[in-house]
């Protein structure tokens, strides 16, 4: 009998090796991912998608049961995130707060916000209310993850302790520290959006697909982080199987711009069409204005001009970037190279004047046409090929 109890304690129900339980733990962890991203991300926070009942009170439970989060706080505060974003009211922004603070007190970071009442009361509209949410996970939160440390006890021994702390520990690591944190300070921009979020990896995996973090603050009502052809969301291809057999509804992603073969002019669809991919326009033009940046800087080597090439050098990282968020020696510096640079002077203001035309909110749709229209005009008589280019890409927008 006592043997019995030990040989119990010590390997469990299961009595599995060690890589069984390895591999347990990832799967469940990855599981508590999937229903962070999928339903309290995506469909409770921006109402991206919707999903089937069933579905919803199996990530509902399962949420209680491996993080003891409130679906209520979690949206209300993501939802502050975006609206106050970088800004001192945001509750857990690196560039405020610094970085080393959110990865390591992201958890308590997320703790503090939940209290406040005033940010559950402005964002929790639409959240669950009902019987089992008021009754059980709301009022008995440390129940659930309770129950669940009971579990892994029972199937594993000893070693579930180790299991049930991986998994108590994973969403405040990967969500709370590592997508908060580093997700608005290092990594790669496709667009150019008002705040600092960026992309960690193109293979969204291991976050469920939240790695693409800036794809999601460009296009915060997305069902779909991934952007481009080589970026890949694995929570966007898990909302695609439910779709497929009726457990989710996609209500919303991000415009993906078509175009016209041909189209003389801009007319009131190119408008609707170019304010609708604005991101996607600016992330191309910055494209273009990249090569012109290397061609010019390619020209001073070949010249052997040191000093304007080692002045166009300097500038690469920040060049690209609005002149309101550059330092006062950068924006000196971008007045010494736009001296030496027609071209890129050109290329700069007219990204500029481009920017404009969707940040004008008081203007009439007919005056943001005419100044549409004449802004690819003026591109196309530039005299410069890349810049003409894009104006003819830009009329076709459709």
């Known amino acids: 009998m006592l043997d019995s109890l030990l040989g119990f304690l010590s390997n469990g129900l299961l009595d599995w090796s060690g890589w069984r339980i390895t591999l347990f733990t990832l799967v469940v962890t990855h599981v508590t991912i999937a229903a962070v991203t999928i339903y309290l991300h995506r469909c409770q926070a921006h109402r991206a998608l919707d999903v089937h009942p069933i579905v919803a009170h199996f990530f509902r439970l399962w949420l209680w049961m491996t993080t003891g989060m409130i679906t209520s706080e979690w949206a209300s505060i993501h939802r502050k995130h975006h609206a106050k974003c970088e800004t001192p009211e945001d509750p857990h922004s690196p560039q405020t707060r610094g970085l080393w603070k959110v990865l390591a007190e992201g958890a308590e970071l997320y703790r503090a916000e939940a209290k406040n009442e005033e940010t559950l009361r402005k964002f929790s509209h639409g959240t669950p209310n009902d019987w089992i949410e008021n009754h059980l ?8 993850i309770s129950l669940m440390m009971i579990i892994d006890i029972a199937l594993f021994g000893a070693i579930g302790l180790t299991v049930w702390a991986v998994q108590m520990v994973w969403i405040p690591f990967w969500a709370a520290g590592v997508v908060n944190g580093l997700g608005h300070y290092w990594g790669y921009r496709n667009f150019n959006c008002a705040d600092a979020s960026t992309n960690l990896l193109p293979w969204g995996i291991i976050i469920g697909g939240e790695e693409l973090h800036n794809n999601h603050h ?12 080589y970026e890949f969301d694995i929570g966007w291809m ?22 016209s073969k041909s189209k003389a002019a801009c007319d009131d669809d190119t408008l ?6 604005r991101y996607e326009v600016m992330a191309r033009y910055a ?6 940046y290397r061609d010019e800087l390619a020209a001073f080597k ?23 968020s550059l330092q006062e020696p ?6 010494q190279i736009f001296a030496h640079s027609n ?8 990204r500029q004047e481009l920017a404009g035309i969707w940040e004008r909110s008081n203007a009439s749709r007919e005056q943001l046409l005419v100044q549409l229209q004449n802004w690819c005009h003026r591109a196309e008589q530039s005299g410069i090929k890349a810049l003409s280019d894009f104006a003819l890409r830009l009329r076709r927008y459709a």
């Open 137 to 144: 996970y709301k009022r008995f939160p440390i129940l659930g």
């Open 218 to 229: 460009t296009f915060a009502t997305s069902a779909k982080l991934s952007n481009k052809w």
């Open 238 to 259: 898990y909302i695609r199987l439910l779709s497929m057999v009726g457990l989710a509804k996609v209500k919303k992603v991000a415009p993906t711009p078509k175009l």
């Open 272 to 277: 609707q069409a170019v304010l609708s991919n």
């Open 287 to 292: 494209k273009t204005f990249k090569r012109a």
């Open 302 to 324: 070949e010249k052997r001009l040191h000093g304007e090439y080692q002045l166009f050098r300097g500038a690469r990282k920040w060049l690209h970037h609005d002149e309101a």
């Open 330 to 335: 950068q924006k000196v510096q971008l007045g």
């Open 343 to 350: 071209a890129l002077k050109t290329y700069y203001d007219m």
